[in-house]
């Protein structure tokens, strides 16, 4: 049995947070999806908030420290990154940002990633699509198609919501992209039953 190694960066300021909370949950989904492919996994977190003041010793002096480096090694020498932000001003942290502007060029070349955020309200939401994705793509990663955002709502939902459902879709896109298998899973169609629209003029006369 294969063993792919799956790094975990959360950029959540409290402990605990919520934050942490969704990319445990993601990093559950995504080793579980593993081994339904028939791979197994092992898993490494780079909590940044242990990191925060390396990271701001590293821009000041030009050279990360031991701990740094070892945080740096860890996301470049996985097969898959786990990526989740809380969002401060409606874009990832600076945290997380200092994180990645630290790692070096083409470090995250051919990576894939599944990317995620938090926050206390669905407004933010975006921030995956218009900050985080852009990001990554600049870093010429590969990101899943399914990104994952948690607000302060969604957690109330339990294991049969919304939000565990697209923890699940999201793992399984990652794990289809490192086990080199096309999606097999088609998502629902959220228009399958919506009637015809010679049916509504039917209901009409």
Request: no cysteine; hydrophobic share 45%.
């Given at each position: 049995?294969?063993?792919?190694?799956?790094?975990?960066?959360?950029?959540?300021?409290?402990?605990?947070?919520?934050?942490?909370?969704?990319?445990?949950?993601?990093?559950?989904?995504?080793?579980?999806?593993?081994?339904?492919?028939?791979?197994?996994?092992?898993?490494?977190?780079?909590?940044?908030?242990?990191?925060?003041?390396?990271?701001?010793?590293?821009?000041?002096?030009?050279?990360?420290?031991?701990?740094?480096?070892?945080?740096?090694?860890?996301?470049?020498?996985?097969?898959?990154?786990?990526?989740?932000?809380?969002?401060?001003?409606?874009?990832?942290s600076g945290l997380f940002k200092s994180f990645v502007d630290v790692l070096d060029d083409?470090?995250?070349?051919?990576?894939?990633?599944?990317?995620?955020?938090?926050?206390?309200?669905?407004?933010?939401?975006?921030?995956?699509?218009?900050?985080?994705?852009?990001?990554?793509?600049?870093?010429?990663?590969?990101?899943?198609?399914?990104?994952?955002?948690?607000?302060?709502?969604?957690?109330?939902?339990?294991?049969?919501?919304?939000?565990?459902?697209?923890?699940?879709?999201?793992?399984?896109?990652?794990?289809?992209?490192?086990?080199?298998?096309?999606?097999?899973?088609?998502?629902?169609?959220?228009?399958?039953?919506?009637?015809?629209?010679?049916d509504l003029l039917r209901g009409q006369a």
């Amino acid at each position: 049995m294969t063993t792919r190694t799956l790094a975990v960066v959360s950029a959540g300021l409290s402990t605990p947070s919520s934050t942490r909370l969704l990319a445990d949950r993601l990093t559950a989904a995504t080793v579980a999806a593993l081994r339904e492919r028939g791979e197994d996994a092992t898993v490494e977190v780079v909590e940044l908030r242990e990191h925060a003041r390396d990271l701001a010793d590293a821009f000041v002096t030009g050279f990360p420290n031991a701990a740094l480096r070892a945080a740096v090694a860890t996301v470049t020498g996985a097969d898959a990154v786990v990526a989740v932000t809380p969002v401060f001003t409606a874009s990832y942290s600076g945290l997380f940002k200092s994180f990645v502007d630290v790692l070096d060029d083409g470090a995250l070349t051919g990576k894939p990633v599944l990317l995620a955020a938090t926050a206390g309200t669905a407004r933010h939401s975006l921030v995956l699509e218009h900050a985080m994705r852009p990001l990554f793509a600049y870093l010429r990663a590969v990101t899943v198609p399914t990104a994952v955002f948690a607000a302060s709502e969604d957690w109330a939902g339990g294991d049969g919501g919304e939000l565990s459902r697209r923890i699940d879709r999201a793992a399984g896109e990652l794990a289809d992209v490192v086990t080199g298998r096309p999606s097999s899973a088609r998502p629902a169609d959220p228009f399958a039953d919506v009637p015809s629209f010679e049916d509504l003029l039917r209901g009409q006369a």
